[in-house]
């Protein structure tokens, strides 16, 4: 088993993140991957859905397909972001990805899940029944995610956003995403930008990048900045 760790600091609600999706995906195969959850829209950064907020994000997702290929559907353009009922708030999907770590080791999966079903199914990922019905589409004992996700909200899944805050601190991380190597003796940063859209490109060059004689794990599926993802 690698020693060396890939510390990845996300949020569920960052179009940078669903970017950077085919690399973190790309990454499982190579080594073993930390998942930081930074509570980008939480608290009073949560969002209801507005006109004013649609034609903030719609530049930045069209970009974000350019330059990635990730597909964005018409139900998340015209149906979600024309929502004036949903909210965008990070919390209850990152509770869904620790009750899913916690349940059955698959928060990563989850994290997967939950990008499809808000980028191209335009599914409102800050509701619970949408939550629990990602994690029985995964295969997941519902009962037991549920219970998890109920046990995650409110002080566990802020302590893990704090606990965030500060490892963004500690290794100088800007905003969302933020990939970071820990080799055990020191983080090294991973510029990501030059990978999209080059997810075997970049498992390669993270293979070249463990020290000699580590095996990598067994296969398992342009950044927001701290407040927002204006770049």
Not at 125 to 149: H, M, N, Q, W
């Amino acid at each position: 088993m690698s020693t060396t760790v890939l510390h990845y600091i996300y949020d569920p609600l960052c179009g940078w993140c669903y970017a950077a999706a085919p690399l973190v995906k790309a990454a499982r195969d190579v080594l073993p991957i930390v998942p930081h959850g930074g509570g980008m829209m939480s608290g009073a950064r949560r969002q209801p859905v507005t006109p004013q907020l649609r034609d903030y994000v719609m530049p930045h997702d069209r970009r974000i397909a350019q330059l990635s290929g990730q597909p964005f559907g018409d139900a998340y353009f015209d149906g979600l972001l024309r929502d004036g009922t949903a909210v965008f708030d990070s919390v209850p999907p990152t509770a869904a990805m620790l009750a899913a770590e916690q349940v059955a080791s698959r928060g990563l999966d989850m994290l997967s899940r939950l990008q499809t079903a808000h980028y191209v199914e335009g599914r409102c990922i800050s509701d619970r029944g949408v939550l629990v019905e990602l994690a029985a589409a995964l295969g997941l004992d519902e009962a037991a995610f549920g219970a998890a996700l109920d046990a995650n909200l409110g002080t566990p899944v802020r302590a893990h956003i704090r606990a965030t805050h500060e490892f963004m601190a500690r290794t100088g991380a800007m905003g969302f995403p933020t990939l970071v190597i820990d080799t055990g003796k020191g983080f090294v940063p991973v510029e990501f930008g030059p990978w999209l859209g080059r997810p075997e490109d970049f498992a390669r060059w993270l293979r070249q990048q463990l020290p000699v004689g580590e095996a990598t794990v067994s296969p398992a599926d342009y950044r927001c900045g701290p407040d927002s993802c204006a770049i």
